[in-house]
């Protein structure tokens, strides 16, 4: 008799753990979407130069986190404006970073070279980054105020005409640039 209630208790302890390891498994599938309001997930990542790089490298200015893809149609048609955007907002205490998630990096490097990016860029190709953040469509764009929490966020996709964020809006750049001031 003692010999079944070992089995028993055997049984139990085992369904005991597969129960618990399911719930671990599930809850580490589901991904947590950041949103606006939240505190932006700290990272640490690696230039094209070799530097690594973390919120802190830029100062307490704005930081508009920009997941793109040389592969990826709407990132190709908002390259210019964001690039624009840079350049002018640079002087007020904004920065630009544009992760790409280009597995290929002479793709990534064409793409850089023939838009001329006046931004910094970084790829992580295992879109490490893109996953703390929740991303994968692209382009997906967060606006890091100087306390790090996140105030705007452009989804991935584009709108109904096909068109993707206007970064050169006059709205949306004195909004940003308020925020450097």
């Given at each position: 008799?003692?010999?079944?209630?070992?089995?028993q208790?055997?049984?139990?302890?085992?369904?005991?753990?597969?129960?618990?390891?399911?719930?671990?498994?599930?809850?580490?599938?589901?991904?947590h979407?950041?949103?606006?309001g939240?505190?932006?997930?700290?990272?640490?990542i690696?230039?094209?130069?070799?530097?690594q790089?973390?919120?802190?490298?830029?100062?307490?200015?704005?930081l508009?986190?920009n997941?793109?893809?040389?592969?990826?149609p709407?990132?190709?048609?908002?390259?210019p404006?964001?690039?624009?955007?840079?350049?002018?907002?640079?002087?007020?205490?904004?920065?630009v970073?544009?992760?790409?998630?280009?597995?290929n990096?002479?793709?990534?490097?064409?793409?850089?070279?023939?838009?001329?990016?006046?931004?910094?860029?970084?790829r992580?190709?295992?879109e490490?980054?893109s996953?703390?953040?929740?991303?994968?469509?692209f382009?997906?764009?967060?606006?890091?105020d100087r306390?790090?929490k996140?105030?705007?966020k452009?989804?991935?996709?584009?709108?109904?005409?096909?068109?993707?964020?206007?970064?050169t809006d006059?709205?949306?750049?004195?909004?940003?640039?308020?925020?450097?001031?």
């Amino acid at each position: 008799m003692t010999h079944s209630k070992v089995d028993q208790a055997i049984k139990l302890a085992i369904g005991a753990g597969l129960v618990a390891l399911a719930f671990v498994v599930v809850s580490t599938m589901q991904n947590h979407i950041v949103g606006v309001g939240e505190s932006a997930p700290s990272f640490s990542i690696t230039t094209d130069k070799g530097q690594q790089i973390t919120p802190r490298d830029f100062g307490g200015k704005v930081l508009v986190l920009n997941f793109w893809a040389s592969w990826c149609p709407p990132c190709v048609q908002e390259a210019p404006s964001l690039n624009e955007f840079a350049k002018e907002l640079a002087p007020s205490g904004v920065v630009v970073l544009a992760v790409s998630v280009d597995q290929n990096q002479s793709q990534y490097q064409a793409f850089i070279k023939k838009f001329q990016v006046a931004f910094q860029t970084v790829r992580d190709p295992e879109e490490n980054l893109s996953y703390k953040y929740g991303t994968f469509q692209f382009p997906e764009s967060y606006i890091i105020d100087r306390n790090g929490k996140v105030v705007r966020k452009f989804p991935g996709l584009p709108d109904r005409d096909g068109r993707t964020i206007p970064w050169t809006d006059p709205e949306l750049m004195s909004y940003v640039k308020s925020l450097g001031s």
